[in-house]
Nanobody, 126 residues
């Protein structure tokens, strides 16, 4: 049974920083793509960032490019996302996800991910 558990969410002021973590347990391959998605109140879940397990390549949504950084531990069982210069539009429930073929099949599409965490709330205050 694969489990993904997010942590690190909380309340942060505009312009501040936050670091999210995703711990992976169970049978996953180190080649899986690992991604972050978010869902704001009243909106659909959207892609934020992804790191490919094979190449280490990354991709970001335009809205976070240059402010957020995704990374993965050498043991491939932990993933992080450093969030800098946050703004109120970043307020959302953040989910981590893992997908065997996600990187090549469309890593911005949540349907390509096999496993999901329950989310961690990020709230940006003005």
């Amino acid at each position: 049974q694969v489990q993904l558990v997010e942590s690190g969410g909380g309340l942060v002021q505009v312009g501040g920083s936050l670091r999210l973590s995703c711990a992976v347990s169970g049978r996953t391959s180190s080649t899986y793509a690992m991604g972050w998605f978010r869902q704001a109140p009243g909106k659909e879940r959207e892609f934020v960032a992804v790191v490919d397990g094979r190449s280490g390549n990354t991709d970001y949504a335009d809205s976070v490019e240059g402010r957020f950084t995704i990374s993965r531990g050498d043991a491939k069982n932990t993933m992080w996302m450093q969030m800098n210069r946050v703004d109120p539009e970043d307020t959302a429930l953040y989910f981590c996800a893992a997908g065997a073929g996600a990187w090549y099949n469309g890593h911005r599409d949540e349907a390509e991910y096999d496993y999901w965490g329950r989310g961690t709330q990020v709230t940006v205050s003005t």
